[in-house]
């Protein structure tokens, strides 16, 4: 699969227990999308992307995997 923020070969680590896509990327890291934020998410540039994934970073406890909600944008 393809990174959602910026395109690069990532893996996809989704699982029953999470309801949206959860990627691994080399360049972004490991993250997660919302279902319902992932159609809005798609439509943004990559830089509203990029900032989003870091929204969502800040937003993360210590050792949490990042969550792209639709108030991450």
């Not at 990627?23 to 989003?52: P, Q, S």
């Amino acid at each position: 699969m393809q990174c959602s923020v910026c395109g690069a070969e990532a893996e996809d680590l989704a699982s029953g227990e999470f309801d949206g896509l959860v990627v691994r990327c080399k360049h972004c890291g490991e993250y997660a999308i919302e279902d319902r934020a992932l159609n809005a998410f798609l439509r943004l540039d990559y830089d509203a992307r990029v900032a989003a994934l870091d929204k969502a970073k800040t937003g993360a406890g210590a050792g949490a995997r990042p969550e792209i909600t639709p108030g991450s944008f």
